[in-house]
C-alpha cells in the first residue's frame, strides 16, 4: 500500500504541453492533463503554469484553464509561490518545444527550487524517429534532464533506460505509472455506440480488430498489416481491421497500398486518420479485439484504455507494453510476424482465452489508476530537499516597455523609475515600441522580445501607454500579460480597454474613473486598479513597487 506522506507537497506544475502544438492532443498531452488533474484532486498543487509566449493550439479543460492555481508563467508568480514554499517545480513535458529556447523559466533555473520532471520514454535514443534537424534540441534537454533532482517515469523499462542511459543514480528516478480517464467506459444503458459508428466511420461493416497507432516506425503497423494478411481467410471474410491516428498526408494511402499488395479485399483494412474521443471511446467499446504491435512504448495507455471500456486486449512483449496488463499469455513478440497473427486469431476465437483477457483487463483498470499514480508523485516528491545550487531569491528582474520619443513624458517617467530600481538592486532592460532609437541609454527593440529575450525572466513588464502608443505595443501586452500603467487618462489613449483587458494590473493617473480602464484579465479575473500620479517620480515608483508586491 503507498503511504501518503503527513504534509502534502505544494508542487508548481508546468503544463505547457496542454496549450498543444507540439506532441499534438494525444499521449504526453494527455497524460500531462491528466496527472494534473489528480494532483489538484490530492491537493497538492500551488500553481499550474501556462506559457505566456505560446498560443492556445488546442483547448484548454475549463477544469485546469479556470482552476485558483492556473497563472501565466513569470518571474513574478514564481518568485511569490517560492516565498510561500515550493516543494518542486515539476516540469510535465520536458522535451517540449517552444520560444524562446529554454526549457526552464529563468527563475526557476537560478533558484534553489527542487526540479522534478516526467519522463514519458527515451525513444529517439533506440529507434530514429526524429529527423536530424531536430536531434540537436533533443540532446540539450536530454542533457538538462540528467541534471534535474528527480525523474518521474512511466514504467519500470523507462526507469531502467533513465538509469542505464541517462547515467541516473537509482534514487533519483521513481516509476509512478499511469491511468486512464474516467470517459473510457463500457456504454451506459441507451448509449448506441455500433449507431453512432455507422454514422461517423461509415467504412466499418463488420465486426473488427481494432489498433490506436502511429506513423512512426516503431508504432509497428506495418508489422500488423503484414500479420493480418497472414490470418486464415475465413477470419478475415469475418472481420476488418481498423487503425486510427492522426497521419501525415497520403500516410494511410502508403498503408492502404501495402494491404493491396497482400491480397486485402475492398475495407478489409479501415484506416481513419484522427478521431474525436467519442468516436475513439466507441471504437474501444465496439472492437471484438484491440491489438498494440509496438516495438517501444513509455506505458502503453491504449492497452489501458481498450481494457476499461470492456474490450479484450494483446500487445507485443517489448519495451514497457507488458507492464499495463502484466500477464504474458497476453502478449507476443512484435518482430515475429507468425506468432503475432497466432495471438490474433486465439484472441478472436478462443473463448476462454476471450475471458481471461477480459479478467486480466479488469483487473489492470483497478490497478491503474490515476489516483494511485498521483499518491506515487506525492511521495517522491515531499521529501526532497532544496538544492544546493542556486539562489534562495533570485535577482529580481523588470521590463519598461513604451514608445521612447526624445523629450516625451514616458521617456522622463522611464529614466526615474530605471534609476530608482537598479538603487534597489532590480535589473532594469528598456524596449523601444517606436522605430527610433534613443541615444545616451541602451535600449531594445521590442521585436527581440519572446525571441531572443525570454518574456519568463522578468518579475514584471510594466507597459508605459499614452496618446501616442503604436498598435505593436497592444500586440505585445496581449501576449504578455502585465502592468499597464496610463501615463495620460485611459479616455485619450487609444486601444485602452484592450489595453486593461491584456493587464495584470492597471495604473491610472489621478482624477480617473476606475471604470474607464476596466476589464476582466487573463483566465477570467478582476484586475486591480491602482491610481497613481507621474508629477512626483519618487512617489510614483513608491506606488510602482508597491503594486508589485501587492501583485504577489
Known sequence: M???????????????TAQGGFFGDRGVRRYAMALTLALLRRDAVAAVL???NRPNVEPIPPELGDAVEAEWTSSLTLRSLDAEGITAYLMTSPFERARP?????????????????VLYDLIPEIIEVHPPELMKAYRSRRELIKQLDLILTLSEHTKRDAIERLGMPPESVVTIGAGASDFFRAPLPGE????????????????????VSGWLVHKNTEGLIDAWARLPRRIRDAHQLVVTCRLPPQAGNAWLERARELGFRENELVVTDYVDDDVLRALYQQARLFVLPSFYEGFGLPVLESARCGCPAISSNASAAPEVLQWPPATFSP?????????????????????????????????HTWERVADRVTSACAALPRRTTGHRFPRSRVALIGSFVPGGRIVVLSDHLADALRRHDVHVDLFDASPSKRDGMHCRSLTVL?????????DAIVYLVDEASPARLLDVARRYSGIVWFVAPPAACADAHEFASAARGRLIPPGTDPKSAAGLGPFARSTPTRVVGTDDPDSAIASLCDFLEALR
Do not use: H
Not at 503507498?2 to 505547457?16: A, G, H, M, T
Not at 519572446?450 to 522578468?458: K, L
Open 2 to 16: 503507498i503511504s501518503k506522506p503527513e504534509i502534502d507537497p505544494r508542487l508548481v506544475v508546468d503544463l505547457q
Open 50 to 52: 501556462f506559457n505566456p
Open 192 to 211: 448506441q455506440p455500433r449507431a453512432q459508428l455507422a454514422t461517423q466511420v461509415p467504412a466499418i461493416t463488420k465486426p473488427f480488430v481494432f489498433c
Open 101 to 117: 529556447v529554454p526549457a526552464l523559466p529563468r527563475y526557476v533555473a537560478k533558484s534553489s527550487v527542487p526540479i522534478v520532471t
Open 335 to 367: 518482430g515475429d510476424i507468425d506468432e503475432m497473427a497466432s495471438a490474433i486469431e486465439r484472441g478472436l476465437c478462443d473463448e476462454q482465452y476471450r475471458s481471461e483477457l477480459l479478467e486480466v483487463g479488469e483487473a489492470a483498470a483497478r490497478r
Open 450 to 458: 519572446g525571441r531572443s529575450v525570454d518574456a519568463w525572466s522578468y
